[in-house]
């Protein structure tokens, strides 16, 4: 499963932009929450985990510019991916924590596409748009890290279609 995900991280980021089954094929949640349902072990992480930042006030978010939109996402990506390394054990290979390897990949490609995305801005050390929130529930974490994907990722990728060239 993670040579489909490096597959994607390694397009160039327009393609990634230019391509919704692309961005849906790397869109492993769903998945992930079925395979979590299927777990035998617990699903309670041995520690918090920070949400990601999913508050989505779509004529604010409109107003921002594509640079502050990156950030923000950023941002939550940055802080999720610490906090699931974190939470993840190492060298145990129970459901969980493999789940939560996939999910820390997964992370880190939307994450190099979002660094490695043209916007006339420089990347810069993003901050967080909300105050986090931390939860011990992994099916919680997975929820949270679908809306940002389906959300303010969706949003801003879609907003950076039109310099797609035409197809």
């Known amino acids: 499963m993670l040579a489909s995900e490096v597959r994607y991280a390694e397009t160039k980021p327009i393609d990634f932009v230019c391509s919704r089954s692309s961005r ?3 869109n492993i949640v769903t998945e992930m929450q079925t395979a979590l349902n299927n777990c035998n072990s617990s699903t309670i992480l041995p520690t918090p985990v920070q949400l990601p930042c999913t508050e989505l006030h779509v004529a604010s978010w409109e107003r ?4 502050e939109r990156r950030q923000d996402i950023s941002a939550s990506l940055r802080h999720l991916f610490e906090g699931v390394k974190v939470a993840r054990p190492l060298g145990q290979a129970e459901c969980g924590s493999v789940l939560l390897q996939r999910l820390e990949h ?6 190099l596409i979002l660094t490695h995305l043209q916007l006339s801005e420089p990347v810069e050390n993003p901050e967080l748009s909300c105050v986090p929130r931390s939860t011990l529930s992994l099916s919680t974490v997975l929820l949270n890290y679908k809306r940002l994907i389906t959300g303010k990722l ?14």
Do not use: D, G, V
């Open 24 to 26: 849906r094929a790397m």
């Open 154 to 167: 969706e949003r801003l990728m879609m907003s950076l279609e039109s310099r797609c060239p035409p197809q």
């Open 64 to 67: 921002k510019s594509y640079h």
């Open 106 to 111: 997964n992370i880190n490609s939307y994450l």
